[in-house]
């Protein structure tokens, strides 16, 4: 019979899962959302070679963003009962096929079902869900939120790269063999996911909380709670606001004579400042009201967009922007997930994780789709901008009122599937 590992060689295999897992976690998120925030620099070849519109464009990102939202959830499900890696490598071959299938097609075709299905899935499987899921188990409660905030912020560094590699490839290239590039990325991703291994109960009492709810209890417990109801409602203006940014800034700033280089340094420059950004607000969260840190984050956004576009639009003036909106761009994950923590602890994160970031996909869906509706109905995208200050002001007032008191036995200890480095 196998003997049980003592608790000195448990510490140290945790303390290695935790470091490793840290650094794959920021790896995999970071290939993963530098590709899908890159996507938007295909819309100007695309439209010059294939005359894809700006809305059909718009629809397919739309696509994207609610299959990724509706795949989070499920796909959550399956990361809390069977842990992260086999979700991660077959999300991440979904992922290469799906840029492969537009670059191998060109057409309507492989615009929805592979930018938009395929790659959706791929992205539900190889972002915030299961990724945070797993890093807030391997760390002590004290340090999630920091822990969260750093992955986050580790997460977007390959944007900075990312977007001006993309940006070269189609100008010396063309797209269909950046597309190709990105599939590689993607393949890697699930070449890194090989690392994590999962035995069935390693058990840390500092990382087993929430108490032996079913997933249907669990569930229903957070339809109850009006402060899960609210944040996921605020959280729709997130989706909202960034996918709109993401599908058409590019497009934007060309109809404001401002260079492809430029969109994608502005591309990349949000990545970077969103490094900055998602530490500092899980360091802030740590500390401060969370609820009151994700109000400020919607409002200063809000401001943001309002400051950008009465003024006129310039190489400074899109960098600056870009700046400040990659500062605010996902410091929401860190706070989010904390939230979820203090509300309901962590036996079923993953699945409440999707459920509210599926209302995060619903506003990115429509946000997409409807700025290339706006745009090819008025040739304008003025209309759209004043939209996202409303969703975001609303959003505003939303969260500032939550809830964020935790459920009765958020705390309480009880055994959890670990993740674990053999």
Same mark, same amino acid.
């Given at each position: ?22 650094? +794959? ?13 890159? +996507? ?70 492989? /615009? ?8 959706? /899935? ?170 009151? /840190? ?40 860190? +706070? ?33 789709? /409807? ?11 003025? +209309? ?39």
């Amino acid at each position: 019979m196998r003997n049980p590992p003592s608790t000195a060689t448990l510490q140290r295999k945790l303390s290695l899962y935790t470091l490793t897992m840290l650094v +794959l976690a920021a790896t995999i998120l970071s290939l993963s959302q530098g590709m899908r925030q890159s +996507l938007g620099l295909f819309l100007p070849p695309l439209k010059s070679e294939l005359a894809i519109s700006a809305s059909t464009f718009g629809f397919a990102m739309a696509i994207q963003n609610i299959v990724w939202g509706i795949g989070q959830p499920i796909i959550g499900m399956f990361g809390d009962r069977y842990g992260a890696r086999p979700v991660l490598i077959v999300s991440a071959a979904i992922y290469a096929g799906g840029l492969l299938l537009m670059a191998a097609t060109g057409s309507h075709a492989g /615009l929805d079902g592979g930018l938009g299905v395929m790659v959706g /899935l791929g992205v539900a499987g190889t972002s915030y869900g299961v990724l945070i899921g797993s890093v807030s188990r391997a760390v002590p409660p004290a340090r999630r939120n920091q822990m969260v905030g750093l992955v986050a912020a580790a997460g977007s560094l390959a944007t900075f790269v990312l977007a001006p590699l993309g940006q070269y490839v189609i100008g010396i290239f063309g797209w269909r063999p950046a597309l190709a590039v990105f599939a590689g990325f993607a393949i890697l991703m699930g070449i890194l996911a090989t690392m994590i291994r999962r035995e069935g109960t390693l058990i840390d009492q500092a990382n087993a909380e929430g108490e032996a709810l079913s997933l249907g209890g669990a569930l229903r417990q957070a339809a109850a709670h009006s402060g899960f109801v609210a944040m996921t409602v605020a959280f729709f203006a997130c989706g909202f606001q960034l996918m709109f940014i993401t599908t058409h800034l590019a497009q934007f700033l060309a109809l404001c004579s401002v260079s492809a280089t430029i969109s994608a340094s502005a591309i990349g420059i949000i990545g970077v400042s969103n490094a900055v950004g998602s530490y500092l607000f899980g360091w802030l969260g740590a500390r401060y009201s969370q609820k009151r /840190l994700l109000a400020s984050i919607y409002l200063l956004r809000t401001v943001s967009i309002a400051l950008f576009i009465a003024t006129p639009v310039t190489p400074a003036s899109t960098l600056t922007f870009a700046a400040v909106m990659g500062f605010l761009w996902l410091g929401v994950v860190p +706070l989010v997930s904390g939230l979820l923590r203090t509300l309901f602890g962590l036996r079923y994160f993953n699945t409440l994780f999707g459920i509210a970031f599926f209302s995060h996909q619903v506003g990115g869906f429509l946000g997409s789709w /409807l700025g290339g509706v706006t745009f090819d109905l008025t040739g304008s995208y003025s +209309l759209a901008w004043y939209g996202l200050m409303v969703v975001g002001l609303t959003a505003t007032a939303i969260q500032w009122m939550m809830d964020d008191r935790a459920r009765p036995g958020a705390g309480a200890a009880t055994p959890l599937p670990q993740p674990s480095l053999v």
